[in-house]
C-alpha cells in the first residue's frame, strides 16, 4: 500500500489551522482560565497599594517637616513605594506562565497544538506583558491616588501634572509588564517554579544591592546595569543617584529580559519537551 | 500515513529507539506493541515533535510535525492522561486546544459528549480520576477531527466499559479511513484491536505484520501429555527427537508433534495414558517469546553490563525503565 491518504480537510472546519492570532487568542484563554491569575494580580495590587498607602500616611510629616527646614522632599519617592514590594507578584506571574506547563504536563498538549514553539512563546510573552502592563499602570495610579492623599494633608501633596508623575505611573505598568518577561524567560530557560522564582528574586533582591558595594566606577557600571536597578528607574518620579535616567534605564532592563527570551526562545525550540 | 526512516533517539548512553523504520497506514488500526521501556512513548513522541530525534526522521502524511500548519486537523495525540493543567476546568483544556487551530467551539461541547463527560465539563480536571483524565485526553485529540490519530496506552486507568469503548472508537476511526496508531503491553488487547502489529523492544522493531499472521507465526502449539509412566514416556519422546519438558504438575510437553504421534509412540510402547492434548501458545506467550529473543539477541556479542541489563525485557519495570 504506497497511495497515502489525503489529508483532506474536514468537513468540520475548512478554515481550521495555526495562525499568530489565533495561539494569542488560545494564550489569552490559558492565562485567563487559571485562578492563579486572578490571585497573583490581586496580590500585586492590594499589596502596592496598601504598602503605598500606609508608608505615605506614616511618613507624611516627616516629610512636610523636612520640606519645611529646606531639606531634600521625599514625597515623589513615597507615591509608588509599594510597588517594591508588590512586584514580586509580577514576576511569580511571569515565571508560573511557563513553569506551570511544565509541572503539570501541560507543555506537551500545547506543543502538540501547537508545534511553532516560538511562536508559541511569543504569545505568551506578549498576552503577560499586555495583563501586566494594564493591571500594572492601574495599580500605579492607584498607590499614586492613595499614597497623594495622605500627603496632601500635610501640604505636601505632588500634582498629577508636575514633571515625571504620569511617566512614572505608566512606568509602573511598564516596568511590572517586563518584570513578568523577566521571569518568563528565567522559567523557559529553567523550567522549575522555586528555582526560577528564587532566581529572579535573588537578582533583584539580592544582588542588585550588594553589587553597589563594589567599590570605584566598575561597581557603580555593574550596580547600574543589574535589571531591577536598571528598571525601576522609569517608576520613579525622579532618577536616584548613580542610577540610570529612566528611559535609558528601562532600556537597558528591556534589552536584558530580550536577550534571556531570545535564549530561552533557542533552548525551548532545541530541547525535547 | 506515518513513515519513520532509520529514526533513532539516544537519552545520554541509553538509547531508547534504535534505528527504527516503519509504515503507518490508513485505514486500519496498528497497534504498537512492547514491554515496558521498549520505546513507544519515544517513538509517539518523535512523530509529535515533542522529541528531536538524534538520527533519522518521522513525518505524518509526508511532513515532519513541526511543520504542519493545522496540527490537530491532521493529527490527533493522546500522549497521557496527565498532560494537563489541572487547575482548569474540562471545557477550558478543550477551549485553549481549539482556538490555537482554529476549530469552532461548538465542536469542544461535541467532544465532551462524545467522550462522556459532559456532566463534567465545568468540572477542575485535577480531581479527575485516571480514567477520566484519559478520556479527556482523548477528546482533545478528537477535536479537530484529525486524519491521523495516535494513542498512548489509552486503556490505561479505563473502566471495562470504558475498555470496549475504546477500543470500538479505534476501529470506527480506522473504518472511516483514517490512520490509527496505538501502543500498548498487551499482546491480548492488540488481537482484539489492531488488524496490524507493530512489535517493539528495547528500541528496535521486531515484527511488522498482520494481527492474524503474527498469531500463525509465532504461536507455537505442544502436546500436553498425562501418563502413570511419565518418566518412561519421556525417554521415548526423547528417543524420537522430540522436545521434551514438563510443567510443574509433572504433566510432559512435546513440542511440535500432533497429538497422533505422541498417541501412537505411547500405544506401541504399552504406556498408559490418561491425558492427552493439544495446547495453543496464548498470545501473551508468543509476544513474550518474541520480545525475549530480541534481548538475547542484543546481549549475545557484549555481556550485560549492570543486573538491570540482563533482566529481560519482558518483566517487572526496572527503575532505568521508569525513568521519564
Ligand atoms: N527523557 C528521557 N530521558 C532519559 N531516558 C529516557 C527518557 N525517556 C525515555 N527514556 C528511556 O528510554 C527507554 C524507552 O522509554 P519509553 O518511555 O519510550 O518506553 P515505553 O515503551 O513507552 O514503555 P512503557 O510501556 O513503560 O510506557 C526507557 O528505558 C526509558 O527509561
Ligand atoms: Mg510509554
Redesign the pocket.
Known amino acids: 500500500m504506497t497511495t497515502t491518504a489525503p489529508a483532506a480537510p474536514t468537513a468540520l472546519a475548512p478554515g481550521a489551522r495555526l495562525t499568530f492570532g489565533r495561539i494569542l487568542d488560545s494564550e489569552w484563554a490559558k492565562i485567563k482560565t487559571v485562578r492563579s491569575t486572578v490571585w497573583t494580580l490581586l496580590a500585586l495590587f492590594v499589596v502596592s497599594v496598601l504598602i503605598s498607602w500606609g508608608i505615605a500616611a506614616l511618613a507624611a510629616s516627616d516629610v512636610a517637616k523636612d520640606v519645611a527646614e529646606g531639606k531634600k522632599n521625599d514625597a515623589p519617592d513615597l507615591l509608588t513605594v509599594g510597588v517594591a514590594f508588590g512586584q514580586i507578584a509580577a514576576l511569580v506571574l511571569g515565571v508560573m506562565s511557563m513553569t506551570a506547563e511544565y509541572s503539570t504536563g501541560m507543555i506537551r498538549t500545547s506543543l502538540t497544538a501547537v508545534p511553532w514553539r516560538a511562536s508559541m512563546l511569543a504569545a505568551k510573552a506578549l498576552v503577560l506583558a499586555l495583563v501586566l502592563f494594564v493591571v500594572g499602570a492601574i495599580t500605579g495610579f492607584c498607590c499614586y491616588f492613595l499614597a497623594n492623599l495622605m500627603l496632601d494633608a500635610k501640604d505636601v501633596g505632588i500634582a498629577l501634572g508636575d514633571p515625571g508623575v504620569i511617566r512614572s505611573l505608566i512606568g509602573t505598568g511598564l516596568y511590572l509588564a517586563v518584570l513578568g518577561l523577566f521571569g518568563m524567560a528565567l522559567g523557559v530557560l529553567l523550567r522549575h517554579t522555586a528555582g526560577a522564582i528564587t532566581l529572579g528574586i535573588a537578582l533583584i533582591f539580592v544582588v542588585g544591592g550588594v553589587v553597589g558595594l563594589i567599590p570605584g566606577k566598575t561597581g557603580d557600571w555593574i550596580a547600574k546595569l543589574m535589571p531591577a536597578n536598571a528598571g525601576s528607574q522609569v517608576m520613579s518620579v525622579e532618577a536616584a543617584d548613580k542610577m540610570f535616567r529612566p528611559w535609558p534605564g528601562f532600556a537597558v532592563f528591556a534589552a536584558e529580559t530580550l536577550i534571556l527570551l531570545l535564549l530561552g526562545t533557542l533552548l525551548l525550540e532545541k530541547r525535547?519537551a | 500515513m506515518i513513515v519513520a526512516e532509520s529514526l533513532t533517539k539516544r537519552?545520554?548512553a541509553?538509547t531508547?529507539?534504535d534505528d527504527v523504520s516503519f509504515e503507518v497506514h490508513p485505514g486500519r488500526v496498528t497497534g504498537f506493541l512492547?514491554?515496558?521501556?521498549?520505546?513507544?512513548?519515544?517513538?509517539m513522541r518523535m512523530i509529535l515533535g515533542l522529541?528531536r530525534p538524534s538520527a533519522g526522521r518521522v513525518t505524518v502524511d509526508g511532513r515532519a510535525y513541526r511543520d504542519l500548519s493545522a496540527p490537530m486537523v491532521q493529527v490527533g495525540a493522546l500522549i497521557d492522561a496527565k498532560a494537563l493543567h489541572g487547575g482548569r476546568t474540562a471545557r477550558d483544556h478543550l477551549v485553549v486546544l481549539a482556538k490555537s487551530n482554529g476549530i469552532p467551539l461548538t465542536r469542544v461541547d461535541e467532544v465532551l459528549d462524545i467522550v462522556g463527560l459532559t456532566s463534567v465539563a465545568k468540572k477542575r480536571s485535577g480531581g479527575f480520576s485516571l480514567g477520566m483524565g484519559q478520556r479527556l485526553g482523548i477528546a482533545g485529540a478528537l477535536l479537530g477531527d484529525p486524519r491521523v490519530l495516535l494513542f498512548?496506552?489509552p486503556v490505561n486507568g479505563l473502566d471495562p466499559e470504558g475498555i470496549l469503548w475504546i477500543r470500538n472508537l479505534m476501529k470506527r476511526l480506522a473504518g472511516e479511513g483514517r490512520t490509527v496508531f496505538v501502543?500498548s503491553?498487551l499482546m491480548s488487547e492488540m488481537a482484539l484491536t489492531a488488524d496490524h502489529l507493530l512489535v517493539?523492544g528495547r528500541?528496535r522493531i521486531l515484527a511488522d505484520t498482520g494481527v492474524a499472521q503474527f498469531i500463525a507465526e509465532n504461536s507455537v502449539s505442544h502436546v500436553k501429555v498425562r501418563s502413570p509412566q511419565a518418566d518412561r514416556l519421556a525417554e521415548l519422546a526423547a528417543a524420537a527427537g522430540w522436545q521434551v519438558s514438563r510443567d510443574p504438575a509433572g504433566a510432559l510437553l512435546v513440542q511440535e508433534v500432533t497429538t497422533d504421534q505422541v498417541g501412537d509412540l505411547a500405544g506401541h510402547n504399552g504406556v498408559f495414558l490418561h491425558e492427552l492434548a493439544k495446547v495453543e501458545a496464548s498470545l501473551e506467550e508468543a509476544f513474550m517469546r518474541l520480545t525475549a529473543d530480541s534481548v538475547e539477541y542484543h546481549t549475545g556479542g557484549t555481556p550485560p553490563k549492570t543486573a538491570a541489563e540482563a533482566v529481560p525485557g519482558w518483566g517487572p519495570?526496572t527503575v532505568?525503565?521508569?525513568?521519564?
Do not use: Q
Request: charge should be negative; charged fraction near 30%.
Open positions: 525535547d | 537519552y545520554g541509553k531508547a529507539v512492547g514491554p515496558n521501556g521498549a520505546g513507544k512513548s519515544t517513538t522529541d498512548d496506552e501502543s503491553h517493539i528500541g519495570p532505568a525503565d521508569r525513568i521519564g
